[in-house]
């Protein structure tokens, strides 16, 4: 059974930073990708980014690219997403996400897995 835990989020102002982490179990990390995804109130969620097993692929979109930052630790089976320069438009509730197809389904915020959410909030 794939399990997804992301904790991490939080308050906090406008040009400061969070990390965001995500156990993972029920994954063989061979065959899956790790990513993170997030939804505002009254928003379609996003795909944020997507690293490989290895660290061999990682995605990141557009909207945070330069500004985040996702790693994997396999030993851990942990996933993290270091997050700087954060605006208000990143707030929302994170979610840790894990898919076998790739990370290209980042770009449609469709895994196959998700876990329960982080509620990241950016203040002016």
């Known amino acids: 059974e794939v399990q997804l835990q992301a904790s991490g989020g939080g308050l906090v102002q406008a040009g400061g930073s969070l990390r965001l982490s995500c156990a993972a179990s029920?994954?063989?990390?061979?065959?899956?990708?790790i990513g993170w995804l997030r939804q505002a109130p009254g928003k379609e969620r996003e795909g944020v980014s997507c690293?490989?097993?290895?660290?061999?692929?990682?995605y990141y979109s557009d909207s945070v690219k330069g500004r985040f930052t996702i790693s994997i630790d396999n030993a851990k089976k942990m996933v993290y997403l270091q997050m700087n320069n954060l605006s208000p438009e990143d707030t929302a509730v994170y979610y840790c996400a894990a898919d076998p197809r790739g990370c290209w389904v980042t770009k449609l915020a469709h895994f196959g897995s998700w876990g329960q959410g982080t509620l990241v909030t950016v203040s002016s």
């Open positions: 690293i490989g097993n290895f660290g061999e692929v990682t």
């Open positions: 029920g994954i063989p990390f061979d065959d899956y990708v």
